[in-house]
């Protein structure tokens, strides 16, 4: 015997998944990926090339809701990548604070394209320039309002580029040996 339906109820009607051709399960993973992304900030993976034409990748973390906010751009150091947990804490805690965040692999680092030990002082400069040239091409930024943030070898190209481009209004290091620096860093 079929119990009783609720008044108003049409007898047909028997569950929401009649009506889909595929109500699979969603997967705890897939549930709990897709709340993290609605809950968070935009996170936007990007590409942009270099001087020698070398894909360089980059993460953009944009606050909700802040119309066109500073940006800091992040350098790490030899041998890690945009995905530094401490890099990624710091970002995090900036976009929170309704300042976007611009993390990129340096050449032969994380999914750049090149070799590890093309990565000199000075790739790893021009690599920050063409971050910087496409990050104040970004109309969801400031290009106005870019700050830096360099750690070990990374700030030393970040103090290096602050000295010498007008575009970075905030400087910030962290773990930076001081080598041939001061020059540089008296014209901050």
């Known amino acids: 015997a079929m ?67 500073p940006v800091v751009l992040f350098a790490h150091g030899f041998n890690s990548s945009r995905r530094s947990s401490r890099n990624l804490m710091i970002a995090e805690r900036l976009v929170a604070s309704g300042i976007a965040a611009f993390l990129i ?3 032969g ?5 090149g070799d590890i030990r093309d990565a000199t002082v000075e790739q790893m400069a021009d690599d920050l320039r ?8 970004e109309a ?6 870019i700050g830096l943030s360099g750690s070990s070898s990374g700030g030393i190209v970040s103090t290096r580029e602050a000295a010498g481009d007008e575009r970075v209004r905030v400087l910030v290091l962290r773990s930076v040996p001081a080598e041939d620096l001061f020059e540089a ?4």
């Open 140 to 145: 969801a930024v400031d290009a106005e309002r």
């Open 3 to 69: 119990a009783a339906l609720p008044e108003g109820s049409e007898p047909w009607f028997m569950a929401v998944g009649q009506f889909y051709r595929d109500f699979s399960p969603t997967e705890d993973d897939e549930v709990e990926r897709i709340l993290r992304e609605a809950s968070r900030d935009i996170h936007r993976e990007v590409t942009f090339r270099n001087s020698r034409g070398r894909r360089l990748a980059g993460t953009l973390l944009l606050p909700r809701d802040v119309e066109r906010p």
């Open 130 to 137: 063409s971050a910087i040239d496409y990050i104040s091409t």
């Open 105 to 107: 692999d340096f050449t």
């Open 109 to 113: 680092h994380g999914d750049s394209e």
């Open 185 to 188: 860093a008296a014209r901050i």
